[in-house]
C-alpha cells in the first residue's frame, strides 16, 4: 500500500540519537518504512544527541546499525542512499536552553531546504528523568508549533515509578503539550497477536459466546525472558519486573482480553472499553496485596555454565533487592469476570523465552466421559517467539478401544502471512506521523494501571523480607506455584517448541 500521499510533511526529531533504541529499532523503523514508500515525500530525520558527531559521522553509524539490525540488510543500496539525504544529526545538551534555542534555529532551516511544513514530531529516546526537562524547553523556547502546523510528544516507558510520580509527570507534560499531542509508547500493543486478540474475540462466534466466567477458568499472561539483566542492569535496579513490564506491557494485554466490546474500532471506543475494564480491577490494600502476589529475584544455578546470581550482575546492588520476577492474582469485578481468577508474571532467567496469554476453559464435560482423565480445553495467545494461536482440545485415538488424547491445533502467523510483517516499532512510527493513536496508552489507562500496581510496590516496600530466590534456568520460585495452587490451579508451561510449521 501507498500511503504517502495521505500523510503531512514533517520533521521527525530524536533525542537521544546515539542511543541503543535508535541503532536497534528506530533507524530500521524508518528504512523499511522508507523501502515500501510508506514515508511522505518531504520528510527528515534529526538526531539529537550529546556526542560529537556531524551528519555524515551519525549517517555513518546508522548505516552500520542497520547492517547489524535490520531483518532485510542493505541489499538495496539506492533505497538507503535516499533515506540517508532525509538524516541530520545536531549536537546539544538536553539541560542548556542555549542548546533548544539552537535546535529550534536548526530545524526552521532543514524546514525550509526540506518542504516539511513545520510539522513537528520529538521522540524522547531518553532517560525518564530527562521527559519533563525536555518537554519544559520545547515549549519556553518555542520549538512546538501549532497554528496550522502540529507538533506530537513520543515517550518511551516508563511513564513515572508510581502512581504519584506519574501524576506529577504528566501534569509537568501536560503543561506544554495537549493529550492528543502525547504518544506514550507500549510496544507490546504493536504486536501481530496482540492486535489480532479483538479480530479472534469479535470476528468469530466460535470464541465471543464463551468468553465468560461461565465457561473460562482462569486465564493466565506470562511474559518469560531466558536473559538476564545484561547492560540494562544499572537501570533496572531501579524499577524491577513488576514496573518494567507488568505495569505497562501486561496489564494492557489483560485490559484487551477482557474488555467489553468496543463500539467501533477507532482508538476512542477502544480505549474508552479498555479503561472501563482497567476500573473494573480489584484495587487491593496492603495485606491483600501481599498474600496474591510474589517477587522474586534470579540466583546463580549450578545447571547452567556461567551462570550468576543477580546481585553478581555488573551495575547492580550486591545487596540489592530489586525483583527480577513479578507474579500477581487479579479480580475483575464485573459481570463477565466475576469470579475468574487472572494470574500474571513476568521473569528475567527463566527456562527460555516466551510471552503467552493462555485461556484456561473450565471442564463442561457431560458424564458420559466421567471416567475418562479428560484435559481441559486451552487457547494460547503466543506473541513471541512464532506469534501465533494454540488450540488444545480432545479427540478419540485411533483403534478399538474408546481411548481420548488432547492434541494440538495450531496457527503460525509466519507461516501464513509471511515473514514479513511489520515490526513493532515501524509500525509505531508510521501511527505517529499519521495521528493514529490506537496502539498507544491514553493518561487515564497509565493511572488505572498505576492505581491496580501501586498497593503492591508499596506492600513490599513495608515488608523487605518477602522476597523470594529462583534458580536460572527454572520456572521460578515455588511461592509463584503456591500463589495459584490455593485456588486449585497451576501455570501453564509455555510451548517450547515452534508452534510454527513452515511449509
Given at each position: 500500500?501507498?500511503?504517502?500521499?495521505?500523510?503531512?510533511?514533517?520533521?521527525?526529531?530524536?533525542?537521544?540519537?546515539?542511543?541503543?533504541?535508535?541503532?536497534?529499532?528506530?533507524?530500521?523503523?524508518?528504512?523499511?518504512?522508507?523501502?515500501?514508500?510508506?514515508?511522505?515525500?518531504?520528510?527528515?530525520?534529526?538526531?539529537?544527541?550529546?556526542?560529537?558527531?556531524?551528519?555524515?559521522?551519525?549517517?555513518?553509524?546508522?548505516?552500520?546499525?542497520?547492517?547489524?539490525?535490520?531483518?532485510?540488510?542493505?541489499?538495496?543500496?539506492?533505497?538507503?542512499?535516499?533515506?540517508?539525504?532525509?538524516?541530520?544529526?545536531?549536537?546539544?545538551?538536553?539541560?542548556?536552553?542555549?542548546?533548544?534555542?539552537?535546535?529550534?534555529?536548526?530545524?526552521?532551516?532543514?524546514?525550509?531546504?526540506?518542504?516539511?511544513?513545520?510539522?513537528?514530531?520529538?521522540?524522547?529516546?531518553?532517560?525518564?528523568?530527562?521527559?519533563?526537562?525536555?518537554?519544559?524547553?520545547?515549549?519556553?523556547?518555542?520549538?512546538?508549533?501549532?497554528?496550522?502546523?502540529?507538533?506530537?510528544?513520543?515517550?518511551?516507558?516508563?511513564?513515572?515509578?508510581?502512581?504519584?510520580?506519574?501524576?506529577?509527570?504528566?501534569?509537568?507534560?501536560?503543561?506544554?503539550?495537549?493529550?492528543?499531542?502525547?504518544?506514550?509508547?507500549?510496544?507490546?500493543?504493536?504486536?501481530?497477536?496482540?492486535?489480532?486478540?479483538?479480530?479472534?474475540?469479535?470476528?468469530?462466534?466460535?470464541?465471543?459466546?464463551?468468553?465468560?466466567?461461565?465457561?473460562?477458568?482462569?486465564?493466565?499472561?506470562?511474559?518469560?525472558?531466558?536473559?538476564?539483566?545484561?547492560?540494562?542492569?544499572?537501570?533496572?535496579?531501579?524499577?524491577?519486573?513488576?514496573?518494567?513490564?507488568?505495569?505497562?506491557?501486561?496489564?494492557?494485554?489483560?485490559?484487551?482480553?477482557?474488555?467489553?466490546?468496543?463500539?467501533?474500532?477507532?482508538?476512542?471506543?477502544?480505549k474508552k472499553r479498555k479503561v472501563k475494564l482497567l476500573e473494573s480491577i480489584s484495587v487491593y490494600d496492603s495485606e491483600k496485596a501481599a498474600?496474591?502476589?510474589?517477587?522474586?529475584?534470579?540466583?546463580?544455578?549450578?545447571?547452567?555454565?556461567?551462570?550468576?546470581?543477580?546481585?553478581?550482575?555488573?551495575?547492580?546492588?550486591?545487596?540489592?533487592?530489586?525483583?527480577?520476577?513479578?507474579?500477581?492474582?487479579?479480580?475483575?469485578?464485573?459481570?463477565?469476570?466475576?469470579?475468574?481468577?487472572?494470574?500474571?508474571?513476568?521473569?528475567?532467567?527463566?527456562?527460555?523465552?516466551?510471552?503467552?496469554?493462555?485461556?484456561?476453559?473450565?471442564?463442561?464435560?457431560?458424564?458420559?466421559?466421567?471416567?475418562?482423565?479428560?484435559?481441559?480445553?486451552?487457547?494460547?495467545?503466543?506473541?513471541?517467539?512464532?506469534?501465533?494461536?494454540?488450540?488444545?482440545?480432545?479427540?478419540?485415538?485411533?483403534?478399538?478401544?474408546?481411548?481420548?488424547?488432547?492434541?494440538?491445533?495450531?496457527?503460525?502467523?509466519?507461516?501464513?502471512?509471511?515473514?514479513?510483517?511489520?515490526?513493532?516499532?515501524?509500525?509505531?512510527?508510521?501511527?505517529?506521523?499519521?495521528?493514529?493513536?490506537?496502539?498507544?496508552?491514553?493518561?487515564?489507562?497509565?493511572?488505572?494501571?498505576?492505581?491496580?500496581?501501586?498497593?503492591?510496590?508499596?506492600?513490599?516496600?513495608?515488608?523487605?523480607?518477602?522476597?523470594?530466590?529462583?534458580?536460572?534456568?527454572?520456572?521460578?520460585?515455588?511461592?509463584?506455584?503456591?500463589?495459584?495452587?490455593?485456588?486449585?490451579?497451576?501455570?501453564?508451561?509455555?510451548?517450547?517448541?515452534?508452534?510454527?510449521?513452515?511449509?
Amino acid at each position: 500500500m501507498n500511503s504517502k500521499n495521505k500523510l503531512d510533511s514533517c520533521i521527525f526529531v530524536v533525542f537521544g540519537a546515539t542511543g541503543d533504541l535508535m541503532r536497534r529499532k528506530l533507524i530500521s523503523g524508518f528504512f523499511n518504512l522508507h523501502k515500501k514508500n510508506m514515508l511522505p515525500d518531504n520528510f527528515s530525520i534529526i538526531g539529537v544527541g550529546r556526542r560529537d558527531y556531524d551528519d555524515e559521522a551519525f549517517r555513518h553509524e546508522m548505516c552500520l546499525s542497520l547492517d547489524e539490525y535490520t531483518k532485510t540488510k542493505l541489499t538495496k543500496k539506492e533505497i538507503w542512499r535516499k533515506l540517508r539525504a532525509k538524516i541530520y544529526y545536531y549536537k546539544m545538551n538536553f539541560l542548556k536552553k542555549e542548546g533548544y534555542i539552537g535546535l529550534n534555529e536548526y530545524l526552521k532551516k532543514i524546514e525550509l531546504d526540506n518542504d516539511t511544513k513545520g510539522n513537528r514530531i520529538f521522540y524522547l529516546s531518553v532517560k525518564p528523568s530527562f521527559f519533563e526537562t525536555i518537554s519544559f524547553n520545547l515549549n519556553v523556547n518555542g520549538l512546538i508549533n501549532r497554528k496550522n502546523k502540529f507538533s506530537r510528544l513520543v515517550i518511551e516507558k516508563p511513564f513515572g515509578r508510581d502512581l504519584f510520580t506519574a501524576r506529577k509527570l504528566n501534569k509537568c507534560i501536560s503543561k506544554h503539550f495537549n493529550e492528543d499531542e502525547i504518544f506514550r509508547i507500549d510496544h507490546y500493543l504493536a504486536k501481530e497477536t496482540v492486535q489480532n486478540i479483538m479480530v479472534l474475540r469479535f470476528a468469530n462466534g466460535l470464541f465471543e459466546p464463551l468468553w465468560n466466567n461461565k465457561y473460562i477458568d482462569n486465564i493466565q499472561i506470562t511474559a518469560a525472558e531466558s536473559i538476564g539483566v545484561g547492560t540494562r542492569a544499572a537501570y533496572y535496579d531501579q524499577f524491577g519486573a513488576l514496573r518494567d513490564v507488568v505495569q505497562n506491557h501486561l496489564v494492557q494485554l489483560l485490559s484487551l482480553v477482557a474488555m467489553e466490546p468496543p463500539d467501533s474500532f477507532d482508538s476512542y471506543h477502544i480505549k474508552k472499553r479498555k479503561v472501563k475494564l482497567l476500573e473494573s480491577i480489584s484495587v487491593y490494600d496492603s495485606e491483600k496485596a501481599a498474600s496474591n502476589s510474589v517477587r522474586a529475584q534470579y540466583i546463580k544455578s549450578n545447571k547452567l555454565k556461567d551462570s550468576i546470581g543477580y546481585r553478581y550482575e555488573e551495575g547492580t546492588d550486591n545487596c540489592s533487592m530489586t525483583e527480577t520476577y513479578s507474579a500477581l492474582t487479579l479480580e475483575i469485578k464485573n459481570d463477565r469476570w466475576d469470579g475468574v481468577p487472572f494470574y500474571i508474571r513476568a521473569g528475567k532467567k527463566l527456562k527460555y523465552h516466551a510471552t503467552e496469554i493462555v485461556i484456561n476453559f473450565k471442564d463442561t464435560s457431560s458424564k458420559l466421559f466421567s471416567d475418562f482423565n479428560l484435559s481441559n480445553n486451552v487457547l494460547v495467545l503466543r506473541l513471541q517467539p512464532d506469534e501465533g494461536i494454540h488450540l488444545l482440545f480432545n479427540t478419540k485415538k485411533p483403534g478399538n478401544e474408546l481411548n481420548i488424547k488432547d492434541v494440538k491445533m495450531d496457527f503460525c502467523h509466519k507461516a501464513v502471512f509471511g515473514i514479513n510483517t511489520p515490526e513493532a516499532y515501524e509500525r509505531l512510527l508510521l501511527d505517529v506521523i499519521k495521528n493514529d493513536s490506537t496502539l498507544f496508552t491514553r493518561w487515564d489507562e497509565v493511572e488505572n494501571a498505576w492505581k491496580i500496581v501501586d498497593p503492591f510496590l508499596k506492600s513490599w516496600e513495608k515488608n523487605k523480607t518477602n522476597l523470594s530466590f529462583y534458580e536460572s534456568g527454572s520456572w521460578g520460585p515455588k511461592e509463584a506455584d503456591l500463589l495459584i495452587e490455593k485456588n486449585s490451579h497451576k501455570w501453564n508451561i509455555p510451548i517450547y517448541e515452534s508452534i510454527c510449521r513452515i511449509r
